[in-house]
Nanobody, 123 residues
């Protein structure tokens, strides 16, 4: 079953930049959409940025113009370059497909999520 390992999270000041990455344990070449979600304390997980297999990028409105997503189908990696960071970008960032990977459990399934990587932006 697929696993992802996110890395690169850190504490940065507002206005700073950070690059986070994830590496999947399986080939992502044929997955239509891979990208990033984030979950801030007390809030629901939300979509941030995704890139399709043909290279089309999609961004949540609040990060447009500041974040850039990239995908390497040979290395099975997805990266997110985050510039002009704001305190409201503080969250745990998770890498996953859209929709999220599903792990079958007999007659049902559950969504797979990695450990995530913590991004903290100080004001």
């Amino acid at each position: 079953q697929v696993q992802v390992a996110e890395s690169g999270g850190d504490l940065v000041q507002a206005g700073g930049s950070l690059r986070i990455s994830c590496k999947a344990s399986e080939n992502i070449r044929f997955l239509n959409s891979m990208g990033w979600y984030r979950q801030a304390p007390g809030k629901q997980r939300e979509k941030v940025a995704f890139v399709t297999s043909d290279g089309t990028s999609l961004y949540e409105d609040s990060v447009k113009g500041r974040f850039t997503i990239s995908r390497d189908n040979f290395q099975n990696t997805v990266s997110l370059q985050m510039n002009s960071l704001k305190p409201e970008d503080t969250a745990v960032y998770y890498c996953n497909s859209d929709p999220p990977f599903k792990i079958p459990t007999g007659i049902s399934y559950y969504e797979y999520w990695g450990q995530g990587t913590q991004v903290t932006v100080s004001s």
